[in-house]
């Protein structure tokens, strides 16, 4: 199906069809990246909000899939820690570019989310239908654009303890 756009209460969003998308649930705390335009005033301020999605998600029957708007990530690795040597996953690059921002976040066992078949797979497009709040950060990414190491843009990037860069924006407006 050809994307269309849907003007909503919201705005005009870009319809997504989602085929045999379904709930599941992580059964350990998991690791998954998002990637945004939004900068990091901005998310700690508000988190990352389902509010701010760009597209309505739609099932097989387009129907609304719990509510149509989500937050899209993907898992960050495939065991229960965060990688020593991230990479932004290719996706990440189609769907929200290299230089955007990234923000790795954790989610605890237990929590909801949606994927094709409610699986969650390398590489595979895992939604959450609720805000990623400032204290789920664990690391940010910043754009690879602003990073000089002559790499390619999945690797050439700062990754940051999230904490630690609130600390150091703190410090410098202090120092102000």
């Not at 149509?68 to 495939?78: D, L």
């Amino acid at each position: 199906m050809i994307p269309y756009q849907y003007a909503g209460a919201q705005g005009v969003l870009i319809l997504q069809q989602k085929m045999h998308w379904a709930q599941g649930q992580t059964n350990a705390v998991l690791y998954f990246v998002h990637g945004t335009a939004r900068g990091p005033s901005e998310v700690h301020a508000g988190g990352i909000s389902p509010a701010h999605s760009t597209e309505y998600l739609v099932d097989n029957n387009n129907q609304p899939i719990h509510g149509g708007r989500m937050i899209f990530s993907f898992r960050v690795c495939a065991g229960n820690g965060l990688p020593a040597n991230a990479q932004k996953p290719p996706a990440v690059g189609v769907l929200w570019g290299f230089n955007g921002h990234c923000y790795v976040f954790s989610v605890p066992a237990g929590t909801t989310y949606w994927s094709q078949n409610g699986t969650l797979n390398a590489g595979q497009e895992v939604a959450f239908p609720y805000v990623i709040e400032s204290t789920d950060i664990v690391q940010y990414w910043a754009p690879s654009n602003n990073f000089i190491g002559g790499g390619p843009p999945r690797t050439n990037f700062q990754k940051v303890s999230w904490a630690g860069y609130l600390a150091s924006r703190q410090q410098a407006l202090q120092a102000i």
